[in-house]
């Protein structure tokens, strides 16, 4: 399956052609103190792009029975996360791992839980469309059908040309690059932490969100080991950048990792990666429950209890030497979580800009499948 994904990869991204036309420098949405996302040189941003993109993430006609879109598995809602335990594709298929959100997803130098090879969203739009272990969308086989559906729509037709005007047709090319060019523009940086720790606002925080923040960076809890810089997380690359970091990490969540989900492992064979899984960020984790890689906890106050008890299996050999137990009482708790609450980005949400832009009535929306209100 992954050749067959390469070689559809490489036709996407070999196809030869004039120079993209000059486009206007896209205007990122971003406050002075956060550079922007690294972007490769061949797919440079526009808000013809983004736009195109973000019809894209929200059509379902892109899956093999116009079931299932980008969205169905990334809610705006949730941070574009789905709170499912497991991702859910085409025909009820669950796969085994939890649909990750994506706020600030264009600043991770590696995608994924477990894959250091996954590192370009252009490719990584592949997998949710062709991938058949498991099926998401399905549409192996169905490329000339799906491209002819969307060539045929008036939408499509003006916003092809209009973000690509040196390849405006509709193909694999240029919907994997509008499609990253959308992820690249889910930046999140407006929560009530950012406006008391970057802009000054003492009354942004309460005084049990201010409690939390330093038991969060106290060596007790070693949150922040993990946990760490502007996005929570120490995988991260910025357009300043030269190196990336990138945080694979064993949080004593099995003694024994199942099969289907073993962590880095599945891709080095190296026994020391038994259970390592990429770090997430924390920005808006109060609205992506359930958590871990597999979604077996279901919200904050147990993910701190597993951290507290030094993770469910306590004596993996390959468990993160930062996961070592701790004492909490209940008001630290209730800060703690408070804090977390305060990275949640209200204006990220509900931002206009991000949402469907179907209308109702749209075939693009015909008998989505979405995930269920309660998770």
Not at 243 to 249: D, R, S, T
Not at 328 to 353: G, K, M, V, W, Y
Request: charged content about 20%.
């Amino acid at each position: 399956m992954l050749r067959r994904l390469v070689t559809i990869g490489a036709a996407a991204f070999l196809i030869a052609g004039a120079a993209m036309a000059e486009t206007p420098a896209y205007e990122w949405p971003l406050p002075t103190w956060m550079p922007p996302p690294p972007v490769p040189a061949d797919n440079p941003m526009s808000a013809a792009k983004v736009d195109l993109g973000r019809h894209l993430f929200h059509d379902a006609r892109l899956s093999r029975d116009g079931t299932v879109a980008c969205v169905s598995c990334h809610v705006q809602a949730r941070a574009f996360s789905d709170g499912r335990t497991v991702a859910v594709g085409i025909h009820g298929t669950t796969g085994a791992k939890n649909a990750p959100g994506l706020a600030n997803v264009g600043y991770l130098p590696v995608l994924t839980w477990a894959n250091p090879h996954m590192r370009s969203l252009e490719f990584q739009a592949l997998i949710p469309i062709f991938g058949e272990n498991p099926d998401e969308m399905g549409s192996t086989g169905q490329e000339a059908t799906i491209l002819a559906t969307l060539a045929a729509d008036p939408y499509y037709a003006a916003a092809f040309p209009r973000a690509f005007p040196d390849h405006p047709a509709p193909d694999l090319f240029t919907i994997t690059r509008a499609l990253a060019a959308f992820q690249r523009s889910l930046i999140s940086v407006t929560s009530p932490y950012d406006a008391f720790k970057r802009q000054g606002d003492k009354t942004a925080l309460s005084e049990a969100a201010r409690r939390g923040e330093q038991l969060f960076f106290d060596h007790r809890f070693e949150c922040y080991h993990c946990h760490s810089g502007v996005h929570f997380t120490d995988t991260l690359q910025t357009a300043r950048m030269p190196e990336a970091e990138v945080g694979f990490h064993n949080t004593g969540l099995y003694r024994d990792y199942p099969a289907a989900v073993p962590g880095l492992i599945e891709l080095t064979g190296r026994p020391q990666d038994a259970g390592r899984f990429r770090t997430p960020s924390l920005r808006n984790v109060a609205v992506t429950a359930p958590y871990m890689h597999d979604g077996s906890i279901p919200d904050l106050r147990a993910v701190i209890a597993h951290y507290a008890a030094g993770g469910r299996a306590p004596d993996h050999p390959q468990k993160d030497g930062m996961i070592q137990g701790f004492v909490a009482t209940e008001a630290e708790i209730a800060d703690l979580i408070a804090f977390l609450e305060s990275l949640t980005d209200q204006n990220f949400l509900t931002d206009p800009r991000l949402s469907d832009p179907w209308p109702e009535s749209h075939p693009a929306r015909a008998r989505r499948m979405m995930p269920p209100a309660g998770g």
